[in-house]
């Protein structure tokens, strides 16, 4: 016999009061909120300058 998924640590519950508070765990556990959709673009469109090279070559077209 399989043991059951919830017990009654104190007292004693009727299966109705059971069938109920398991409802309501089941009814919050499928409310949980969904993961929020990304939205717009995964890096920055601009450049952060603390992470630029300390040196450009003069030729170069970034000066």
């Not at 519950?13 to 508070?21: D, L, Q, R, S």
Request: proline share 10%.
């Amino acid at each position: 016999m399989k043991s059951p998924d919830i017990r009654v640590e104190k007292g004693h519950a009727e299966p109705e009061e059971v069938a109920a508070i398991t409802a309501i765990l089941l009814a919050r556990a499928a409310a949980q909120p969904a993961a929020p959709a990304r939205r717009g673009r995964d890096r920055a469109g601009w450049r952060r300058l603390e992470r630029t090279p300390g040196f450009r070559a003069p030729h170069s077209w970034q000066g």
